[in-house]
């Protein structure tokens, strides 16, 4: 804390190392089981067998990865996680970018074109916000097999745009909120419409808030389990779901360098999503006004 | 025809309302503020002209059309906001252009309309930058060139001068002026700064509480207020408002006795009779004097040709430079008076003045409302 005047006795610098020992042991604390993730699944089979958890691998493979990806079973399959990989590409994609537009068209409605009820509107959406998965399940069942969507990837693109709407369209709510409103009443009276002001003012000085809505819908997406396994038929399983099978597969003997290696598959979109974008996260987070 | 037609436009926001049967009518080439203080709906009606919140009742009339249920852009106007509003993402160009590419104006009358006002208001040097870019003045000049390039009807400016600190204020009021004056459009101007419009305006209306309470000329408004709150309220250091007794009759003059706590009773002879003075004599009335209707007493002049004498104990005497603004003892409160640099004013020392009151004014001390 260079902003604080404070004599440096010894007594304080004492204080301060004690300080940063133990926020450094809490963060070692922390990382452990991604430590323990990443060796296991570099080791053979053996020297996961013979030594301890946390011992560095003595000869180091990459086949426990590449059984992950293309041969280890999951359930009666033997050909890996990798479709499932892609396969929640092609859920997570859609329907991270559709539930980004809806609720960004949401938070711009409810903000710079209120009508009667407006807040009210908002009010009741974010009880989606806190509504439970488990209590979905069975109506949303019955409504996609109405729909004819059972067990496809569009139902499951439909189930996570239709929970998402909500938590995108509190992001943009309150970020659009802080908008001048005479940004808009300008534009209206030089003749633009709804969607020309949404397209030309008002997105392009939304990228804080867009990336906000794409982590944390991405997050929640690859993450979802529930309705994964839920929804979705054999050959649309998200990868987490492929994962619980892979783990759980009961014939032969069990491989937990290759179990990590998928965990570590499985977790790598969000985590480089988070490394490249996590500061734009933050920011965006707290973001407040836009300045003209 | 007029430019802008206003007939008897009503909003209401449930119980409250905001505008109370509101009319007035402006030609083509006029200059019209609209001056109030806070909450007196001079913005509820400068949005309800722009089309940006729908009347309760009423009729709206631009060049003769009926816009009353027209959107903002189908109404032909252009509006300076108080925060500029200029877009964000946009260039100085872009921002300008912006409006005419929404009507499908072709590129290139386009790039000429935005190289004309860019000339016009001295901006060319900032076409490409943002708006993040420029200061305070800058991002006025570009909203005010959002407004002209487009060539509209009529032009609503709300408060455009508030953001910008004192000295450009009257800077870009000076240009404002030039602009109107150069290219003879119609404004209708909303601000709080009675200063603003007394210099801008070719006639101001004065608003209170959703009515107009007087539509006129600046001298008109300035001179001949309808009541005490038009009085007060346009002019600085404002009108002074000094309790009098209303004495005599309409044969032998009306005279007005004021009462100051320790000195003896003044007594005026009102110069301007009306016929609304007979039934007030014996009542309370207000005499109007504007700081400037006081001189100092000047030997050398006709005592008939200098107004009434009237001497008090000088409080403060305030310096500005051009002239001295005293505060002296006058009925039951204190009086500010006007006077040249020159004057000896001592503060509590005695000095003798003169008051004009052939310019004065009288308002009734009940219901406020001009008597003569």
């Not at chain 2, 080439?29 to 001079?42: A, D, R």
């Not at chain 2, 408002?241 to 009773?265: F, K, N, S, W």
Request: hydrophobic share 45%; proline share 5%.
């Amino acid at each position: 804390m260079a902003n604080v005047i404070r004599r440096q006795t010894p007594l304080a610098r004492l204080g301060r190392m004690a300080l940063y020992a133990t926020l450094i042991l809490a963060a070692l604390f922390y990382l452990l089981p991604l430590v323990v993730m990443l060796l296991t699944s570099i080791k053979p089979l053996e020297e996961i067998r013979a030594g301890s958890l946390l011992a560095l691998p003595l000869a180091p493979t990459l086949e426990p990865w590449a059984k992950a990806w293309g041969e280890a079973c999951t359930g009666m399959r033997c050909e890996g996680i990798g479709g499932y990989f892609w396969n929640s590409f092609a859920i997570v994609i859609p329907a991270v970018l559709i539930s980004t537009l809806i609720g960004a068209l949401n938070g711009y409605a409810l903000t710079q074109w209120r009508f009667k009820g407006s807040e009210l509107l908002f009010a009741l959406m974010l009880f989606g916000c806190f509504i439970p998965f488990q209590v979905v399940l069975l109506p949303m069942a019955q409504t996609l097999g109405w729909l004819g969507l059972a067990s496809s990837r569009a139902g499951l693109i439909l189930v996570h745009v239709v929970f998402g709407i909500a938590f995108t369209t509190l992001f943009f709510r309150n970020f659009y909120v802080a908008v001048p409103r005479e940004l808009v009443a300008a534009a209206k009276l030089d003749g633009a419409g709804f969607f020309r002001i949404f397209w030309r003012i008002l997105l392009p000085v939304s990228a804080p808030i867009l990336v906000v809505s794409v982590i944390w819908q991405f997050t929640q997406i690859w993450n979802d389990f529930l309705f994964g396994v839920a929804f979705s038929g054999h050959d649309t399983q998200p990868v987490t779901v492929a994962l619980n099978n892979l783990v759980n597969t009961s014939t032969g003997v069990k491989e937990y360098n290759v179990d990590m290696a998928a965990a570590m598959i499985a977790a790598l979109p969000t985590l480089v999503v988070y490394v490249l974008a996590g500061k734009y996260f933050v920011r965006g987070l707290t973001a407040g006004s836009v300045k003209g | 025809m007029s430019a802008l037609e206003i007939n008897e436009v009503r909003k209401t926001f449930g119980n409250t309302e905001v505008l109370k049967e509101v009319s007035l009518a402006i030609e083509s080439g006029e200059f019209l503020i609209l001056v109030g203080p806070s909450g007196c709906g001079k913005s509820t009606l400068m949005n309800a002209i722009a089309g940006l919140e729908p009347v309760t009742s009423g009729e709206i009339r631009i060049a003769g059309r009926d816009v009353t249920w027209c959107t903002p852009a189908e109404r032909d106007i252009a509006m300076v906001f108080q925060s500029y509003a200029l877009y964000p993402s946009m260039t100085v160009r872009q921002n300008i252009a912006f409006g005419l590419e929404m009507r499908k104006m072709p590129r290139g009358e386009r790039e000429a309309a935005v190289e004309r006002v860019a000339d016009l208001l001295q901006i060319s040097h900032l076409l490409e930058r943002k708006p993040s870019q420029l200061s305070g003045g800058q991002r006025q000049r570009v909203a005010m060139g959002r407004a002209l390039a487009r060539e509209p009807q009529v032009y609503l400016f709300d408060e455009p001068l508030s953001n910008l600190d004192a000295k450009l204020r009257v800077d870009m009021r000076t240009e404002i002026k030039k602009l109107h004056q150069r290219l003879g459009t119609t404004i209708v101007y909303v601000t709080h700064d009675q200063i603003e419009a007394m210099t801008l305006a070719d006639r101001i209306a004065v608003m209170r509480d959703g009515e107009i309470l007087q539509l006129g000329t600046p001298e008109a408004i300035y001179n001949d207020p309808v009541n005490r709150f038009v009085a007060e309220f346009m002019g600085s250091p404002s009108m002074n408002l000094i309790e009098a007794t209303l004495e005599g009759d309409a044969g032998q003059g009306y005279r007005l006795r004021i009462a100051t706590p320790g000195e003896d009773d003044l007594c005026l002879p009102w110069p301007r009779p009306t016929e609304a003075l007979a039934s007030r004599v014996g009542q309370r009335v207000l005499l109007g004097l504007r700081p400037e209707h006081f001189a100092e007493h000047d030997a050398r002049l006709d005592e008939a040709a200098q107004g009434a004498p009237f001497s008090a104990r000088v409080s403060v005497a305030e310096p500005t430079g051009a002239d001295i603004l005293l505060r002296l003892p006058l009925g039951t409160g204190e009086v500010t008076a006007r006077v040249g640099p020159r004057c000896p004013a001592v503060p509590g020392e005695r000095l003798a003045l003169r008051i004009d009151l052939e310019r004065a004014v009288l308002f009734d001390g009940e219901s406020e409302q001009r008597l003569a």
